[in-house]
Antibody, heavy 123, light 108 residues
């Protein structure tokens, strides 16, 4: 079964770039049914989709974050990564990576999810 | 942008049925997916494509979708069902994922 694990710094300074990596095990990141996505959850708040990427390079980003987000895939390591630039305290959240399964007519959902990693933006 | 509206909270006694709604403009024309998130844990997909369940999800959880409202129904509610529940769709007009604000289910 597919498992995902996030890794990266738990503390990032304001104005710097947040960088996280998600390692996929149990399946190839080049699985044609999956995009690979990032979702975050600010403390006490709901889920916010950040973006999703297909292994070939096709990407979709949340319009509200698009100018600051880059998602990339490293097939050699079976990993995908998130970079969020110019962070502020408002970017403090638990960041989840997830398999973004696509079926017909662009219908897609998230399964499975990583356990999540808390990132705090503070000086 | 497309908005999904969920009630902030729903309370139900054990053994009763809980209904969690997800409202959106003509949501019946979209496929709706539901996630369960227990405290301190990652979300788990419990219903996809309006009414299908992933392997391992009990039949007590069921979904429906019509008109402007999608519904997650949990029959014979147990203490272990206490969690936050989120609905999700794909907004094809803007090519992005939309989550509802979440509903906290409390088992009395």
């Amino acid at each position: 079964q597919v498992q995902l694990q996030e890794s990266g710094p738990g503390l990032v300074k304001p104005s710097e770039t947040l960088s996280l990596t998600c390692t996929v095990s149990g399946d190839s990141i080049s699985n044609s049914n999956y995009y690979w996505g990032w979702i975050r959850q600010s403390p006490g708040k709901g889920l916010e989709w950040i973006g999703s990427m297909f292994y070939s390079g096709s990407t979709y980003y949340n319009p509200s974050l698009k100018s600051r987000v880059t998602i990339s895939v490293d097939m050699s390591k079976n990993q995908f990564s998130l970079k969020l630039s110019s962070v502020t305290a408002g970017d403090t959240a638990v960041y989840y990576c997830a398999g973004n399964f696509w079926s017909a007519y662009s219908n897609n959902w998230f399964d499975p999810w990583g356990q999540g990693t808390m990132v705090t933006v503070s000086s | 942008s497309y908005v999904l509206t969920q009630p902030p909270s729903v309370s139900v006694a054990p053994g009763q049925a809980a209904t969690i709604t997800c409202g959106g403009n003509n949501i019946g024309s979209k496929s709706v997916h539901w996630y369960q998130q227990k405290p301190g844990q990652a979300p788990v997909l419990v219903v996809y494509d309006d009414s299908d369940r992933p392997a391992g999800i009990p039949e007590r959880l069921s979904g429906s979708n019509s008109g402007n409202t999608a519904t997650l129904t949990i029959s014979r509610v147990e203490a272990g069902d206490e969690a936050d529940y989120y609905c999700q769709v794909w907004d094809s007009s803007r090519d992005h994922v939309v989550f509802g604000g979440g509903t906290k289910l409390t088992v009395l």
